[in-house]
């Protein structure tokens, strides 16, 4: 299975106006968006890319792992991050973490894979961590999200 890694952020005047805007930057804004834990699929491939092509016909079921931190207007900024760890199979977990500060995003992302390492008995070779930060605007909501995107859209 191919998983693309996408970030994005945006601003608007509700969460959930601030939450599209976000998945508009990531590319993926009109799919219906199905989020799934952290299992990592034996055989996948993971690409990081700036936005994700086309996925299939609009409005269809786009199954994700995601981080996703969305901030109060006025409110400082926040940041969002998906890291992963996989195996010789290419199988692996993904873990997210959300906070205000990018660099507290990344140590929970790692100490998260830690955990989830230390719970099975695979033999890991590779991390990686990705995040995204947002500053907070007035008047306006701000979302930073991280996606990890499995294959391409499934009709509902």
């Not at 996703?68 to 692996?92: F, I, K, N, Y």
């Not at 990344?106 to 955990?115: H, M």
């Not at 989830?116 to 909501?141: N, Q």
């Amino acid at each position: 299975m191919q998983i693309r890694i996408v970030t994005g952020t945006g601003t608007g005047p509700t969460p959930i106006a601030a939450y599209d805007a976000a998945l508009a930057a990531a590319g993926v804004h009109n799919y219906n968006i199905t989020t799934v834990s952290s299992v990592i699929p034996d055989g996948s491939t993971l690409e990081i890319v700036d936005s994700a092509p086309d996925l299939g016909p609009v409005g269809e079921r786009l199954t994700v792992v995601e981080a996703r931190a969305t901030s109060g207007v006025g409110e400082s900024g926040v940041a969002a991050g998906l890291g992963w760890t996989t195996t010789e199979s290419d199988r692996g977990l993904f873990y997210e973490a959300t906070d205000t500060d990018p660099e507290s995003v990344r140590e929970g992302v790692a100490a998260g894979l830690d955990s989830g390492r230390a719970l099975r008995e695979w033999t890991f070779t590779d991390e990686r961590i990705v995040t995204e930060h947002v500053e907070g605007t007035d008047g306006s909501f701000a979302t930073a999200l991280v996606l990890g995107i499995y294959g391409d859209s499934e009709p509902i």
